[in-house]
Nanobody
């Protein structure tokens, strides 16, 4: 089993920056991809960004490229989402998830953390 715990959400002003962290435990991070997703109020969950733990390949939602970045901390087994120049439309519950090599979908999910951007 894999446990994912998000932290760092909160209320910020438009234009601010915020960093979210996803702590991964319970299974080796080799051969896994950690993704961040978000679900705005009243909308479907959407992909934000992901990073392959080994090799560091990053995939973005194109519209967020340039504002959102992702990094991993091998020593702490965490993946961080850095969000800059936040907008009201970035308001959502943010989730991290893990997909292992051979899996079609993300099989493991955190509980989510709320990000609210006031305009």
């Amino acid at each position: 089993q894999v446990q994912l715990v998000e932290s760092g959400g909160g209320l910020v002003q438009a234009g601010d920056s915020l960093s979210l962290s996803c702590a991964v435990s319970g299974r080796t991070t080799n051969s896994c991809t950690i993704g961040w997703f978000r679900q705005p109020p009243g909308k479907d969950r959407q992909f934000v960004i992901s990073i392959r733990w080994t090799g560091g390949k990053i995939d973005y939602q194109d519209s967020l490229k340039g504002r959102f970045t992702i990094s991993r901390d091998n020593a702490r087994n965490t993946v961080n989402l850095q969000m800059n120049r936040l907008k009201a439309e970035d308001t959502a519950v943010y989730y991290c998830a893990a997909r292992y090599s051979g899996d079609v979908t993300y099989s493991y999910w955190g509980q989510g953390t709320q990000v609210t951007v006031s305009s």
